[in-house]
């Protein structure tokens, strides 16, 4: 419940778009996530999180001409395995979201292209496939880059890359039901997801 209180509060330091915003950009898109890693702190095991695909939403609100305040919403169902050289043995299936909100910076236009960067805050909410095993919400903060190309006014395409953090404390047992799967040991994990959208703009 702390991680959720200290995200609304977040939320609540975000500067509101301002009534005069000229429009919102709503993307849906499919993606490619990659890593996630960690250890288990008694017992030095290491741990990973499958590549798999992603989807998703994001949504930009005008603030000003380059900046925009944005909403990125995503999903992986992915696995959960032991690390290995070659490969892993899987334990169990789970779905990664990411809840996030921020701000999208935009840089200087060459031609159709209008690239950008972007960075959000929010929490990571980790659900194993498995009845016996708690779901997990973490803080998490990612900061990506990518650009948007349009055709008209209303419709166009993004491309974008970002790496998200997910904080773990120290020593931190997760995926607890009775007994604790994993005590983590380390401040977190990283993920990059990779992602293209189609853009439509109101």
Same mark, same amino acid.
């Given at each position: ?37 960690? #250890?288990?702190?008694?017992? &030095? ?12 939403? &994001? ?8 900046? #925009? ?7 992986q169902d992915t696995q959960l395995t032991t690390a290995g050289t070659f490969t892993g043995n899987p334990l169990f299936n789970l779905s990664? /979201? ?21 960075? $959000? ?10 009845? /016996?095993? $708690?779901?997990?919400?973490? &803080? ?19 491309? /974008?890359?970002?790496?998200?953090? $997910? ?13 604790? $799967? ?8 990283? #993920? ?11």
């Amino acid at each position: 419940m702390g991680n959720i209180a200290a995200f609304i509060l977040a939320l609540s330091l975000i500067p509101a778009v301002s009534s005069d915003a000229r429009a919102v950009e709503v993307a849906p898109f499919i993606g490619h996530r990659y890593g996630g890693s960690f #250890q288990d702190a008694n017992t &030095l095991s290491g741990f990973e999180l499958a590549d798999a695909n992603s989807f998703g939403l &994001l949504l930009d609100f005008d603030t000003e001409p380059d900046k #925009q305040v944005e909403v990125f919403l995503s999903r992986q169902d992915t696995q959960l395995t032991t690390a290995g050289t070659f490969t892993g043995n899987p334990l169990f299936n789970l779905s990664i /979201d990411y809840y996030h909100i921020g701000g999208l910076y935009l840089l200087p236009a060459e031609g159709l292209m209008h690239p950008f960067v972007s960075g $959000t805050m929010g929490v990571t909410r980790m659900v194993p496939k498995r009845a /016996d095993l $708690t779901t997990e919400n973490r &803080l998490s903060l990612s900061l990506g880059g990518g650009a948007k190309f349009y055709f008209s006014r209303s419709v166009g395409v993004r491309f /974008d890359v970002r790496a998200i953090y $997910t904080m773990l404390n120290s020593d931190t047992a997760v995926f607890c039901s009775g007994g604790c $799967t994993i005590m983590v040991r380390g401040n977190g994990f990283v #993920q990059m997801e990779a992602g293209a959208a189609l853009l439509m703009r109101f």
